[in-house]
């Protein structure tokens, strides 16, 4: 019997796209789509524990006024549920034990690293190692950019994909790791999923505006160890339909966008292999 997919888009305090992220998740396969505020999961109202793929979509959490979604991972990780004495945190962790999958989007992206599910070390979900800062630009970025996907990857979301083409908005992509060390297990691992790149998507570009923030190794998107989390600055959600596509009226493209591709890996992974 094929498993039912329970996916959740969360929002508030910033977030802005999840109404395409949910949009995303149904035109993926997903069963049930519930957009939830974090304060009904403060409240208890919702639990993670009823969800199979949970959504970070992107946003400003907080305004981004202490960085990048610092205020929202602070909020995550010292957040106490309904007075339970469980914090929010720990619900997360437990949702990563029994086999979730959690895809980040800019804000979301983010999010993660600053809660420490990312890179996600030796199942390590609680430690940072990394950070996404300003832009080198100095200002905020919004185009589409070339991505090219790194096939030895374990990340289940990109799975059947080699390149990509997809917007990036934000003023704090830039990947910058703790120290070298952190860099050099991530790419041990193949744990670095996508690089900005040409349009030849064949290899990894330090130049502007192809690498739009000046990110360390062109690094766009990073996965844990067991590719079911996943962190990326471009947004796959933005790009559903062939009208999403800034050249849709000058070239020939498939009705669905390319975005839809990997909540579609996430769900077909739930379903049958989760």
């Known amino acids: 019997m094929k498993k039912r997919v329970r996916s959740i888009v969360l929002t508030g305090y910033g977030t802005n796209c999840e109404m395409e992220s949910a949009h995303a998740c149904r035109l993926a396969g997903s069963d049930d789509v519930d957009i939830v505020h ?3 999961l403060l409240y208890g109202d919702r639990r993670l524990d009823d969800y199979d793929f949970l959504n970070l979509p992107g946003g400003f959490l907080d305004g981004d006024d202490l960085g990048a979604a610092k205020a929202g991972a602070n909020r995550i990780i010292h957040a106490v549920v309904n007075d ?3 914090r929010l945190l720990e619900q997360m962790l437990r949702f990563i034990d029994r086999g979730g999958l959690i895809l980040g989007v800019c804000n979301g992206f983010q999010l993660m690293v600053k809660l420490g599910l990312l890179p996600g070390f030796d199942g390590s979900y609680d430690r940072q190692a990394a950070t996404l800062t300003f832009n080198d630009s100095g200002r905020f970025e919004d185009r589409w950019v070339y991505l090219a996907v790194n096939q030895n990857t374990p990340c289940v979301f990109t799975r059947g994909l080699k390149k990509m083409y ?3 908005r934000h003023g ?3 990947f910058v790791p703790a120290d070298e060390g952190v860099m050099e297990k991530l790419n041990r691992g193949e744990q670095v999923v996508m690089r900005y790149s040409d349009a030849s998507c064949e290899k990894a570009l330090m130049t502007y505006p192809e690498n739009p923030n000046g990110s360390l190794e ?4 990073i996965c844990d160890e ?3 989390l996943f962190g990326l600055m471009p947004h796959p959600e933005a790009y559903l339909h062939r009208v999403n596509h800034p050249r849709w009226t000058r070239e020939e493209l498939p009705e669905e966008g390319a975005g ?3 909540f579609r890996n996430a769900v077909e992974y739930i379903r049958h292999e989760l």
């Open 38 to 40: 974090i304060s009904e």
């Open 84 to 86: 339970s004495g469980e």
């Open 166 to 168: 997809l917007p990036v």
């Open 172 to 174: 704090e992509g830039k």
């Open 218 to 221: 062109a690094v766009a998107g």
């Open 226 to 228: 067991t590719g079911r």
């Open 260 to 262: 839809v591709s990997l």
